[in-house]
């Protein structure tokens, strides 16, 4: 039985060198929070994904989704 064969190098010993430890990369947001700016329950859709925002008078923040963000931005209710 033969051993499998392992990648690396080897560092000045001649033994095989710790790899570095693997680098997570964080998925981009999908996801932004807006800050509602005006008092009054209101309900909004997003114009890129067509999604139904409802918003309570009591809500200050809402995430939306990052394809929305430039439409809602547009409205002058929400700001970032």
């Given amino acids: 039985m033969r051993a ?3 990648s690396g190098r080897l560092d000045a010993s001649g033994a095989l060198a710790a790899r570095p430890a ?3 990369v964080r998925p981009l947001p999908r996801e932004v929070t807006l800050r509602y700016l005006h008092g009054q329950p209101i309900r909004v859709r997003g114009a890129a994904t067509g999604r139904l925002y409802p918003i309570p008078a009591h809500v200050r923040e809402i995430d939306v989704d ?4 430039a439409g809602l931005l547009r409205t002058r209710y929400f700001a970032r």
């Fill in 66 to 69: 990052v394809r929305d963000v």
């Fill in 22 to 24: 693997s680098v997570r």
């Fill in 4 to 6: 499998a064969p392992v």
